[in-house]
Antibody, heavy 120, light 110 residues
């Protein structure tokens, strides 16, 4: 099971960025994909998730209106697009597969991360 | 400011037992299960403990998790130099309708 993310991006303030996460080694539509980011030297921050089967999404309140998660089932890939970027969005963005057992939910595995740098 | 509270650092000597705490509330740890992730410098987080106390097959039994009320703990016994990493707790939060993480605890082996 592997999640492979797209490469690093450099964007100007106000622009948008779209990061991809390609899954392999399992049935893509069976598991939700979450996105988590980590600013330099900081902790982990959950952004939301997408159900690859239905396309349904759930975003953290902080990012609502600015984040869009989509998927392309034909290539087992999910996308996270963040708009109206500011320097505060500079971070490593991770995708992660959600596993569940009754009411327990956890992430495994994680993608390798994509560094997004926002700078003028 | 993280919803779950961890000590920023913890340290011990090789062979010692180390415990990292994770404090939450009734809407997260008090109601839902806790997971722990380990992050080595410059790498992605990796699952360490899920569902409060379950270890994936690749995690040695030196690592154990527990939960009581609105707090959880990660214990590392027989501390080794390769255990130096950042450790994060996480749980679903019913009030926020999302996952929340601890601020992370940096473990140093002296």
């Amino acid at each position: 099971v592997l999640l492979v993310q797209s490469g690093a991006e450099v964007k100007k303030p106000g622009a948008s960025v779209k990061v991809s996460c390609r899954a392999s080694g399992y049935t893509f539509t069976d598991y939700s994909i979450h996105w988590v980011r980590q600013a330099p030297g900081q902790g982990l921050e959950w952004m939301g998730w997408i159900n690859p089967n239905s396309g349904g999404t759930n975003y953290a309140q902080k990012f609502q209106g600015r984040v869009t998660m989509t998927r392309d089932t034909s290539i087992s890939t999910t996308y996270m697009e963040l708009s109206r970027l500011t320097s505060g969005d500079t971070a490593v963005y991770y995708c992660a597969r959600e596993l569940t057992l009754t009411t327990s939910r956890w992430f495994d595995p994680w993608g390798q991360g994509t560094l997004v740098t926002v700078s003028s | 400011q993280s919803v779950l509270t961890q000590p920023p650092s913890a340290s011990g000597t090789p062979g010692q037992r180390l415990t990292i705490s994770c404090s939450g509330s009734s809407s997260n740890i008090g109601t839902n299960t806790v997971n722990w992730y380990r992050q080595l410098p410059g790498t992605a987080p990796k699952l360490l403990i899920y569902s409060n106390n379950q270890r994936p097959s690749w995690v040695p039994d030196r690592f154990s998790g527990s939960k009581s009320g609105t707090s959880a703990s990660l214990a590392i016994s027989g501390l080794q130099s390769e255990d130096e990493a950042d450790y994060y707790c996480a749980a679903w939060d019913d009030s926020l309708n999302g996952f929340v993480f601890g601020n992370g605890a940096k473990v140093t082996v002296l």
